[in-house]
């Protein structure tokens, strides 16, 4: 069966704090995400990796890291939390291609004060 | 900046009705085509894709997909208040990765 873990489910930080959010996959995937999700903004994705070691982008990266040092292993990294950032975060992985299903994880709802 | 245009609804309707959910779409390029539902508080998950023109059915879920109009839809038959969720649009480029719709939030109302 299909999985995507996520570290926390809820988080609290307080401005200023680096954050680390951590998704792991058990499908062999070759692509990774990180998105958010904000009411009346709906899935925004923050950056992907296509393999090990690669990242690209997204729609709103600003204020955002990651890293990909393993195949089953992508983490998302706030350098430093502002309160604009707090939202709901959704990992996914999918097989390689844009054509595939993207598995989502249960998300981590993060607060930042 | 490709985009995905949905109703955000709510969108109620009675139980045992069908429920239609629609999407536009504006990169011509798109490839694939996907509805996920989202129930409150949980992360999506995959209803349906759909890669080519016409109707792919699935137990009491139709997508219809019209590339030269640029649109797709999701029609529910004997729509359940388990139905009741945010069903969220997709489409892929071919690349990887995919662009979602803000969602409609479908209300089934017993």
């Known amino acids: 069966d299909v999985k995507v873990t996520q570290s926390s489910r809820y988080l609290v930080k307080r401005t200023g704090e680096k954050v680390f959010l951590e998704c792991v996959q058990d499908m062999d995937h070759e692509n990774m995400f990180w998105y958010r999700q904000d009411p009346g903004l709906g899935l925004r994705l923050i950056y992907f990796?296509?393999?090990?070691?690669?990242?690209e982008k997204g729609d709103i990266p600003e204020g955002y890291s990651v890293s990909r040092e393993k195949k089953e292993r992508f983490s998302l990294i706030l350098e430093s939390a502002s309160t604009n950032q707090t939202s709901m975060y959704l990992c996914?992985?999918?097989?390689?291609?844009?054509?595939?299903?993207?598995?989502f994880g249960p998300g981590t709802r993060l607060l930042v004060l | 900046q490709k985009e995905v245009e949905q109703n955000s609804g709510p969108l109620s309707v009675p139980e045992g009705a069908i429920a239609s959910l629609n999407c536009t779409y504006s990169?011509?390029?798109?490839?694939?085509f996907f509805w996920y539902r989202q129930y409150s508080g949980k992360s999506p998950e995959l209803i349906m894709s759909?890669?080519?023109?016409g109707d792919k059915e699935d137990g009491r879920f139709t997508a219809q997909l019209n590339k030269a109009s640029q649109y797709v839809s999701l029609l529910i038959r004997d729509s359940q208040p388990s139905d009741s969720a945010t069903y969220l649009c997709a489409v892929g480029g071919g690349y990887q990765k995919v662009t979602f719709g803000i969602g409609t939030k479908l209300q089934v109302i017993p």
């Open positions: 759909i890669y080519s023109n």
């Open positions: 996914a992985s999918s097989s390689r291609g844009g054509l595939e299903t993207q598995y």
């Open positions: 990169d011509r390029g798109s490839q694939s």
């Open positions: 990796s296509y393999d090990v070691k690669m990242k």
